[in-house]
């Protein structure tokens, strides 16, 4: 959640299995998810809703038993599994009434379950003693069967505050002794602290939909918060619909529904007066979507394809077939066998590949699906199979007053030379030491400045120091995006790339909201379904000398929740390949021609390739995945390669 949260609040986690106990999967098989809903019964002591949230059912009470038989009811219809309840402490009318709906359900042979969201981590940082009380009283709770259990243990949500770091993971490791199953609310850094809980979630009503890669999914239908001018997330049923689309389709364990009936910051999806039941309508028709095509992608290769797309089955009854189109246009001509799609929860996932396509050619493709004389047809997709080549480097261009530097950056430049690129990236630090107008016009021009046409740079730290950037954004001009700002979009073959200013200090910050991560997630929104490559100075995750850059966190978690695919920086003066972070695959290369510098002694737990020499990084981007090659300098040996798809 953003900020801080409303007086009092507890989230009421709804999370419900569909017997008493969930229990592991096979060691092949992915676990169910589990749908989940916060869930709040502090009413009516807390009704302040805005005037545009008042719930159906009137100002309730909620220890009132025909107001949790209603709720019951409609939690089932919307398929939760469980209510995850905001809970203040164990000797505090939060327990009694938890225990009450847990009396309710049990007498009502109600399937839900129900875990508690631990509200008093949120204000503040509770003692491993206090924290192992609270364990051993949940673990008193959970001998009913209506208390939700993963592998056997009790689950217990606890929510974070703005200070909570890796020390948080270390109480409740030590406090938990692998008696319960935890699922922590995520900060900056979480994925590098020695201590992981069970899971992690987020958070945060003010998002349509936000992912914690590999943990869980959670999906909100608005925020508008009592007492505030205006809706932080303004409700659309439609957005909702494809919220809950995307939380069916995606494989974590966690589903999670914020809120069910969180009045005071207008997040619920109970029935209100204004909204009827459009949101627990939505939930309740997601087993059964609708028949047709979801969603497709393509993943390119030289002569091929792999198409991949979601089906909606529609309503049990007649089989349903699908079958893929292809063509050098959109008559098509070229088709598959029809393939029987087997019913399923929300879209089910297919993959046909198509070989036989003319190599460096447009092709077009579509999906159908027929049930009976019923046909449904997805939109045309043109399958672009030309590669565009990138080089990217920093940390380039000695200048007048670099003593001890190798200045390398002519033969660097001469990989770029003979690349024949469509774009040069410069990942920052491009002139030494200060960025001055005078240097850049002496050094940099020398020797990268052949390919200022092509460049798109992003700024460094030594850029600014010289006032504002000045001798950077005069050199590039337009091509390094406005003064104020020094980040931007645009296009190269089928990729979306983003260059950010990784300067927070210098543009307002990199927080959430701040104005760059606003307009980061703007546009990322802008351009779903892209290949999407993102690139700044300072790396986020490092092995080098400087290490992991904590303030662009905020950035990668946008970039993330985007489903991004790669994320290249500078700043420490080595070639570094990580594995996928968030699904994200991260590249340092500080490689330019200043001089080279050292790695820390230990590397990152994700780090696969280390070296030290100059360089550049050549990115093969076709449509739907991508290659890599670290060509040294001089003579352009591979020392680095690979291939991977889009996500």
């Excluded at 992608?297 to 089989?319: C, H, K």
């Excluded at 699904?583 to 290369?589: L, P, W, Y």
């Excluded at 780090?607 to 300098?633: M, N, T």
Aim: charged fraction near 20%.
């Amino acid at each position: 959640m953003t900020g801080r949260r409303w007086p009092c609040r507890t989230a009421l986690g709804l999370v419900l299995a569909a017997a008493a106990c969930v229990t592991a999967a096979p060691a092949d098989a992915a676990p169910r998810p589990i749908t989940a809903a916060f869930y709040y019964a502090w009413y009516p002591e807390t009704w302040t809703p805005p005037p545009h949230a008042v719930p159906a059912l009137g100002h309730y009470h909620s220890t009132a038993p025909a107001l949790i038989r209603a709720h019951l009811r409609l939690l089932r219809e919307a398929h939760v599994d469980a209510a995850i309840v905001s809970w203040w402490g164990r000797s505090t009318t939060s327990d009694s009434r938890l225990r009450r709906l847990m009396r309710t359900a049990t007498a009502l042979r109600s399937p839900l379950r129900f875990a508690i969201y631990h509200e008093g981590e949120g204000q503040g940082d509770p003692s491993v003693a206090s924290l192992a009380a609270d364990i051993a009283h949940v673990r008193a709770l959970a001998k009913s069967p209506r208390y939700l259990r993963v592998g056997g243990k009790p689950v217990i949500f606890a929510f974070a505050d703005g200070g909570d770091a890796c020390g948080m993971a270390s109480r409740w490791r030590r406090a938990a002794r692998g008696h319960v199953y935890v699922v922590l609310k995520v900060f900056p850094g979480y994925q590098a602290c020695a201590d992981q809980p069970s899971a992690w979630h987020q958070y945060a009503p003010d998002r349509p939909q936000v992912v914690v890669p590999g943990q869980s999914i959670s999906i909100s239908p608005g925020f508008y918060k009592a007492g505030e001018a205006s809706a932080r997330l303004a409700r659309d049923p439609r957005r909702f619909r494809a919220s809950v689309r995307a939380m069916n389709a995606s494989r974590v364990r966690w589903h999670l529904i914020t809120t069910f009936n969180e009045w005071g910051e207008g997040t619920a999806v109970e029935p209100a007066r204004s909204w009827q039941r459009a949101y627990i309508s939505a939930l309740a028709r997601r087993g059964r979507e609708a028949l047709g095509v979801a969603s497709l992608s393509v993943a390119a290769g030289d002569r091929s394809a792999l198409v991949s797309a979601g089906v909606g089955t529609g309503s049990p009854g007649r089989p349903v077939f699908a079958r893929v189109e292809w063509g050098a246009t959109n008559a098509y001509g070229h088709v598959s066998t029809w393939r029987l799609v087997r019913p399923a929860l929300g879209p089910r996932l297919l993959q046909f590949r198509v070989d036989g396509l003319a190599a460096g050619s447009l092709s077009h493709v579509r999906v159908v699906v027929r049930r009976g004389s019923l046909r449904k047809l997805s939109a045309d997709r043109v399958v672009d199979l030309r590669v565009v080549h990138v080089a990217a480097a920093g940390d380039i261009a000695c200048g007048a007053g670099s003593p001890g530097a190798s200045c390398s950056q002519a033969v660097t430049a001469g990989l770029v030379q003979s690349g024949g690129y469509a774009g040069v990236l410069a990942l920052g630090d491009l002139q030494y030491e200060n960025g001055a107008l005078a240097d850049f016009q002496s050094f940099y021009d020398a020797s990268w400045g052949a390919f200022k046409s092509t460049t798109h740079p992003a700024p460094g730290n030594h850029e600014y120091n010289t006032a504002n950037a000045a001798g950077y954004y005069t050199y590039f001009g337009p091509r390094a995006g406005a003064a104020s700002r020094g980040y931007y979009s645009f296009r190269i073959g089928a990729w979306h790339l983003i260059a950010l200013n990784s300067n927070c200090a210098r543009v307002g910050g990199c927080g959430p909201g701040s104005p760059q991560e606003t307009w980061l997630r703007a546009d990322l929104s802008a351009h779903r379904g892209s290949c999407t490559l993102a690139y700044w100075h300072h790396p986020r995750f490092s092995s080098g000398g400087h290490g992991d850059q904590l303030q662009v966190d905020p950035l990668w978690q946008a970039l993330a929740d985007a489903h991004a695919d790669v994320v290249l920086a500078g700043h420490d003066h080595d070639y570094e390949r990580f594995g996928p972070v968030d699904g994200i695959r991260s590249f340092v290369v500080g490689t330019g021609g200043r001089n080279l510098t050292g790695f820390k002694k230990t590397p990152d737990r994700h780090s696969e390739v280390r070296l030290l020499k100059f360089g550049v990084l050549d990115l093969a981007l076709r449509d739907g995945g991508y290659s890599w090659r670290f060509l040294a300098a001089p003579g352009g040996a591979t020392l680095d390669s690979g291939t991977a798809s889009c996500r």
